[in-house]
């Protein structure tokens, strides 16, 4: 079991048009992309077994929590933001003893991230209604480290991980539109074996 806590880099992109009325018109899209950077923190459980003297699996389960925040606009009028939230991960690792108290690792599995979405069509219109969602994405993560032990039962790691989620589609009788969602992440862990 490990505490986690370490910087991330959050990229959004989207795109949106207005639902032409007649069918054989092409729609003028317009899109947006930008990225934050914030902490995060959070948790990890996991089991490991040494196959031979030379191969690791193991398999994990994971939380990680953080509050950044992506704004942007389409045009000079409009205004959206893209909130992050929790993350939870669920995956495999394969890794390789060096000596008796490091192991560099690869791992690889699902993500489930919680975002919540507000965009603003009018920004100088007090009166415009605002779109508002929160949405639950799947996607994958994969990544790699190194992980180092103080004690027989306590360790430290270093690890970078890639995350991206499922596209976030949204369309009314008026507006179609899409969202892209990834984040890079660079963390320490601190832990314990039981």
Same mark, same amino acid.
């Given at each position: 079991?490990?505490?986690?806590?370490?910087?991330?880099?959050?990229?959004?992109?989207?795109?949106?048009?207005?639902?032409?009325?007649?069918?054989?018109?092409?729609?003028?899209? !317009?899109?947006? *992309? $930008?990225?934050? #950077? /914030?902490?995060?923190?959070?948790? @990890?459980?996991?089991?490991?077994?040494?196959?031979?003297?030379?191969?690791?699996?193991?398999?994990?389960?994971?939380?990680?929590?953080?509050?950044?925040?992506?704004?942007?606009?389409?045009?000079?009028?409009?205004?959206?933001?893209?909130?992050?939230?929790?993350?939870?991960?669920?995956?495999?690792?394969?890794?390789?003893?060096?000596?008796?108290?490091?192991?560099?690792?690869?791992?690889?599995?699902?993500?489930?991230?919680?975002?919540?979405? !507000?965009?603003? *069509? $009018?920004?100088? #219109? /007090?009166?415009?209604?605002?779109? @508002?969602?929160?949405?639950?994405?799947?996607?994958?993560?994969?990544?790699?480290?190194?992980?180092?032990?103080?004690?027989?039962?306590?360790?430290?790691?270093?690890?970078?991980?890639?995350?991206?989620?499922?596209?976030?589609?949204?369309?009314?009788?008026?507006?179609?539109?899409?969202?892209?969602?990834?984040?890079?992440?660079?963390?320490?862990?601190?832990?314990?074996?039981?």
């Amino acid at each position: 079991m490990e505490g986690r806590l370490g910087w991330e880099r959050v990229n959004a992109e989207a795109a949106y048009h207005l639902v032409p009325e007649d069918e054989e018109d092409e729609p003028e899209i !317009l899109s947006a *992309e $930008d990225d934050a #950077d /914030e902490l995060f923190y959070g948790v @990890e459980i996991g089991y490991d077994a040494l196959i031979g003297s030379s191969f690791l699996l193991g398999a994990y389960a994971g939380a990680d929590f953080s509050d950044g925040e992506i704004c942007g606009s389409f045009t000079d009028e409009d205004s959206g933001c893209l909130s992050t939230g929790r993350t939870l991960n669920i995956g495999v690792r394969t890794g390789v003893p060096l000596g008796e108290r490091a192991v560099i690792y690869a791992k690889g599995g699902y993500s489930n991230g919680k975002f919540d979405l !507000l965009y603003d *069509e $009018d920004i100088e #219109d /007090e009166d415009n209604d605002l779109f @508002e969602a929160s949405e639950k994405l799947d996607g994958f993560h994969v990544g790699a480290g190194a992980e180092f032990s103080f004690t027989r039962n306590t360790y430290g790691k270093l690890e970078y991980v890639y995350t991206s989620f499922n596209s976030y589609d949204y369309r009314s009788e008026d507006v179609a539109g899409a969202a892209d969602t990834s984040r890079h992440q660079v963390l320490v862990g601190l832990g314990l074996r039981f």
